[in-house]
Each structure stands twice: as C-alpha cells, then as structure tokens.
C-alpha cells in the first residue's frame, strides 16, 4: 500500500496533494462483466464457460499462476472415469468428455490420455470415490465397457505389477477407455480458450469486496472489490471460486460461510525400472482401515502421467501414488493450520502400500501435500449465493474430470440460462452445508443409504 500512495502523493514542490488521485483511481479502475476470485480448476473453467456465452471477466488468483503449487489443481494428473457408484456423475462424466474434446481442439494441446482405469480390492462398502461393486453396477446398467475380476489372483494375472494381490480377497472392475487429465495444462488450456474474453491476474488478492456496492443504481456495476496491489474491479457478477479460501472471500463479502472442511491430501513419486513401469496401471485401491490413521483409499498413476520430472537415462523413471483421505489432524476450518508438509506417519502408510502392492517399485523420491476443500456428502457445491454472486467450492477431490462442463454450469448460473446438468444436487442450501452438525450428518447418512440401494438394486 505504500507503493501505492507513493504514486498519488507528489513532493513538496509539486501540485496539491490529492489533485492526481481521481486519475490514479480511473486508471487502476477495470470494469468487466463478471469477477471471477480464484484460478483453480473452477475459475479457469468458468472463464472458458463465459467466454463461450460472449461475456467477458476478469480473474483473480492470488498465486504466482493459474493452477498454483499451493492449490488443489495443481500437478500432472487427474483421473478421468466413468466408473462410478452414482450414475449421475458417470453421466455427467459423459458430457463432460465431449466437453474436453473441444478444448483440446480450440487450443490444440492433448489434455486427456486414455490409459485405462483399475477399481480393486475388498468390498469396504461406499467411499468418497464409490466403490468396486457400485462402480461394476453402474457399468452394467449404463451398458459401459467393463471387464470384472472376480478375484486377487485373476487381478495379479492381468497386471503382473500388482503381485500383492494374489491370495487376497478382492474383486476389480475395469473401465479401458478411463485415463488422466494433465491438470495444469488443462487449466491453463481453459484460459487459452477462453480468449481476449479473460483478463488473467496472478499474484493478486482480494483484500475487500462489496456485493451491493450500486444496488440504487441500475446502471452502476453491482460488484466492487480492491486487490492488495490497488487495483479496483467493478463488476455486474462475481464468483467466487477460491478452494480452501471459500469461507475467508465469503466473510470478506459479509455473506452467510458453508460447512466446508479442508483436508490436508498427500501423494509422492516413486523410482521405478522403465521395465516395470509399462506393466503398473493406473489403478484405484479399496481397503479396510489398518490404522487409525488409515483411510483405505489409495491410488497409482501409471509413468506416463508423470511430465514434471524427467525420465531418467540410467532405465528408470517415475509414478504418482498418493492416499485419498485426510491426515490425523483431520476436518480443518480453513487453510490457518494447514501443514504443506503433511504427516509422516501417512507417508509411512503410502510406503508401506508401495512394498506391499508393488513389490517392484523402489524408493520414494518426493512428497506433496494439497488442500482438498470438502462437503460433508461429497458433492459440490453450484449455487447462486446472492444477487449477482455465484458461487463453487467443495470439490472434494472428484470434480477436475468434470471441468469444462463444471464452467458451463457456472456460466449459466450467472446468466440465467439452462444448466447441460441438474443443479439441484449441489445447491446451496442442502443439509449437508448447514451449520448445525447433526444435520449435516443425517445429510450423508441419507447419501450412504442411497447409495447403497443403488448397488442393491
């Protein structure tokens, strides 16, 4: 801020103090159709949405780039997958893939890689990510290509890089046409597509924002906010996509917070002989807890999903493995307490799975940790908050496959127009998203329940 009055207050022998300043504020003063806070997945994609509707926006992100390093979204990898125990999403997944297929063509990058998709292990009944029989059960009643095992020793036989299957009580379903998604090019693929429609600033953040700044006047801009480096935006419509940090704009803005919990998430990379590595899948994992500390959810990315670390000469190279359930710290309230360099004990339960279900793979080279902003029923979170303001959060871990189509629902909760999918699971204003405690639990006992006629039925 004092760079900022350094440059409206002139020297002693200079004009009246003041007299630059209504300049200053025009020429640090941008208006646009909507302001967009945060450029994760959700705030790129919702840039891509509107620009495909003609409306222009500007976008905020208060890290050195769109999908920073201290963000959800960013990294190599994400799956990309039908299997789902919920048919909803698997549908959704659907639209979703013909969405991806156009920005891949506008912008001329490969953002999917058809890899295939492996769901193992023992039946631990419905997870965040679903589960092995619910996932074989929307397969079969979609008419989606599958292949099922019935057991550990048939899953070890078609993918000899799991040898810690054999003898195990496990089942496995099989979807060839899943694969990955290169996260951050696909977020900044969103942007190139997008246009001259985004106005893109990094390393800026919202320090105020008033969503009723000219409700007098019809022909003001509705929204203000001022970043930290003085620039002021004026808006018609705001969305907030802004992750972990949900809670802290939506205090800022004096709106209502959400029942949202930050998890602290964890994942590395392993060296591995390039020999091995053509046989390991890309391959999910269901087990019953071993630990107090153990969520039984955990996955492997094939070498070829890993870019950000090259390939070394000597015959060996990388894959991503990572659990996907939170640290003993457990449900945080925001990002004040999270720990980037996440908990040993779990990196002990990643490696100890490495030894145990790939015996072949070597040392753990690496370890990140990222925040995954979470629901208390795992859906997320698309709703018009209040006048002009719209509003994503609540990823929860699953929602980067669904991106482009995520920003068309987006665009059109800002225009008014009809969503490509049913809003009304993720509104607002559910159960699960009150403050009060016991209802928010009725709320994902309710989800379970459904869930588990579904795999029933």
């Known amino acids: 801020m004092a760079d900022v009055l350094g440059e409206v207050t002139p020297g002693r022998d200079g004009d009246p103090v003041g007299k630059t300043f209504p300049n200053w504020i025009k020429e640090n003063t941008k208006k646009t159709d909507t302001l967009i806070i ?6 790129t994609s919702t840039a891509f949405g509107l620009a495909q509707k003609n409306l222009n926006s500007i976008l905020v992100e208060r890290g050195s780039s769109v999908a920073p390093p201290t963000a959800s979204s960013n990294g190599d990898s994400r799956m ?55 996932a074989k059960q929307t397969m079969e009643n979609l008419g989606l290509e599958h292949t099922f095992y019935e057991s550990g020793d048939d899953i070890a036989e078609a993918f000899p ?18 694969g990955h998604i290169k996260a951050s090019k696909a977020c900044k693929a969103m942007i190139t597509a997008a246009g001259d429609s985004c106005e893109v600033h990094t390393n ?43 809670n802290q704009v939506l205090k ?41 500390e153990d969520g039984g959810l955990y996955y492997v990315f094939p070498a070829s999903a890993t870019e950000s ?5 000597d015959g060996y190279t990388y894959v991503k493995v990572g659990v996907d ?48 902003t979470m629901t208390a029923d795992s859906y997320f979170v698309m709703d018009n908050i209040a006048e002009g303001v719209s509003l994503f959060s ?43 405690e016991k209802a928010a639990a009725d709320a994902t006992s309710k989800v379970a329940e459904e869930a588990l006629e579904l795999v029933a039925a």
Not at 38 to 43: D, Q, S, W
């Open 161 to 178: 890089a799991l040898a810690g299957c054999k003898g195990m009580p496990y089942a496995g379903v099989c979807e060839d046409t899943a």
């Open 309 to 313: 670390i090259p390939n070394m000469d």
């Open 38 to 43: 945060g450029g994760g997945m959700a705030g």
């Open 394 to 436: 609540g990823g929860s871990g699953r929602a980067f496959k669904f991106a482009p189509t995520i920003g068309d629902m987006m665009a059109s909760l800002v225009t008014g127009d009809e969503s490509p999918v049913d809003l009304t699971p993720f509104s607002a204003k559910r159960e699960a998203l009150a403050a009060d």
């Open 204 to 246: 800026s953040k919202i320090v105020s924002i008033d969503v009723n700044a000219n409700t007098d006047n019809k022909d003001a801009k509705r929204i203000c906010a001022t970043t930290e480096d003085g620039l002021t935006i004026m808006a018609d419509n705001c969305v907030i996509a802004a992750g972990p940090w949900t």
């Open 325 to 372: 359930f939170e640290t003993p710290k457990g449900d945080l309230e925001g990002m004040d307490s999270f720990d980037y360099n996440g908990n040993a004990k779990v990196l002990e339960l990643m490696d100890g799975w490495v030894k145990e279900h790939l015996p072949d793979v070597g040392e753990r080279i690496d370890a990140y940790t990222h925040p995954y």
């Open 252 to 292: 800022m803005a004096d709106l209502d917070t959400l029942n949202l919990k930050v998890w602290e998430i964890q994942w590395a990379h392993y060296k591995v002989e390039k020999s091995v590595a053509d046989s390991i899948p890309q391959a999910f994992h269901f087990r019953k807890s071993q630990t107090a």
């Open 80 to 134: 990309y997958r039908q299997m789902y125990s919920n048919e909803f999403f698997s549908k959704m997944q659907t639209t979703a893939l013909e969405r991806w297929r156009e920005v891949e063509e506008m912008t001329g990058e490969t953002l999917l890689q058809k890899n295939g998709l492996l769901f193992y292990g023992e039946d631990t009944g419905e997870t965040v990510e679903g589960s092995v029989l619910g």
